[in-house]
Nanobody, 124 residues
Framework: QVQLVESGGGLVQAGDSLRLSCAASGRTFSDYTMGWFRQAPGEEREFVAA????????NYAHDVKGRFTISRDNARNMVYLQMNSLKPEDTAVYYC?????????????????WGQGTMVIVSS
């Protein structure tokens, strides 16, 4: 069992930056592929970024590539999402997720544990 708690969301203006954090507890954190997803109002949850066990492999959704950076600190059981050049269309609830699959997982049903989410609002 893994518990995930996100933080760092808030209200920002277009062009600003935010860093989301996800604190994990429970089983060995470094055994899990970690991902970030988001869900905008009225939309389905979508993949944002994923990072492998050793942080060597990463993958990003097309519309955040070059603006967002996922990272992890296995010693502290933390995963981060640095979001730069934010746009109003980035407004969503952002979720941290953990997967027992050793490969990068880009789909929602590949993740076993989820946090409660943190809201990000980007005003124009």
């Amino acid at each position: 069992q893994v518990q995930l708690v996100e933080s760092g969301g808030g209200l920002v203006q277009a062009g600003d930056s935010l860093r989301l954090s996800c604190a994990a507890s429970g089983r060995t954190f470094s055994d899990y592929t970690m991902g970030w997803f988001r869900q905008a109002p009225g939309e389905e949850r979508e993949f944002v970024a994923a990072i492998g066990w050793g942080a060597d492999s990463k993958n990003y959704a097309h519309d955040v590539k070059g603006r967002f950076t996922i990272s992890r600190d296995n010693a502290r059981n933390m995963v981060y999402l640095q979001m730069n050049s934010l746009k109003p269309e980035d407004t969503a609830v952002y979720y941290c997720a953990a997967s027992r699959t050793p490969a990068l997982v880009l789909v929602e049903n590949g993740y076993d544990y989820w946090g409660q989410g943190t809201m990000v609002i980007v005003s124009s």
